[in-house]
């Protein structure tokens, strides 16, 4: 699925499918993105997980010390450095987010939210156990994923991107349950609380399930001092 990021949801492209976004839909992108802005302290170092061209980055960068946004979409992370190169604390790298080139316990804060777990389309275990690995000690990663009863709107959402050609048609027949299908393979999934709890298990974390707003699903990991 990164390759779908790259080759077709990339730059424009994908801040297209935010400019387009539903009132009610902008409304969950605020409350999620200020829930992150909450957690975030002045002389912090904070990693944005699957940045994309930087959509977060700009007001990540207003309360962190530093931020680093990291995704595999080349054009993105072109485009991302253009539009907010008047942010100074800011930087975009080329990384794969299941092999970072961090050391251990680097970051104040890891964030990866707007369901980016999902569109990684990998290993999730190790993805979450790669962000541990690089927060300090007391450090905290925060995944997201959408609430349950959000699946209307998110629906929605994703219809008016089809629409747009941002999207393959969705394939209802496949779509339910929070999953949701294109005929041109692209396919977004969720994760509920029993899985991220699932996938925090043995890490030597502590675990937190917070709903936001009746939309966003945040798993909020805190990594022992």
Known sequence: MSDYYADRLFSEHLKKCYEIAPPRVRRYLRAELDHVLEKIGPGDLVLDLGCGYGRTIGQLAQKARDVIGIDVAHSSLVFGKEWLKSVSNCQFVEMNALRLGFGDGCFDVVACIQNGISAFQADERQLIRESVRVAKPGGIILFSSYAEK????????????????????????????????????????????????????????????????????????????
Request: proline share 4%; with cysteine.
């Open 150 to 225: 959000f699946w209307p709107q998110r629906l929605h959402w994703f219809e008016l991107q089809a629409s747009a050609g941002l999207l393959g048609e969705i394939d209802y027949d496949k779509s339910g349950d929070g999953v949701i299908v294109c005929r041109d393979g692209f396919k977004a999934t969720t994760v509920s609380p029993d899985r991220f709890l699932s996938l925090t298990s043995g890490l030597k974390v502590e675990t937190k399930i917070v709903e936001v707003d009746g939309s966003s699903l945040f798993c909020e990991i805190t990594k022992p001092g």
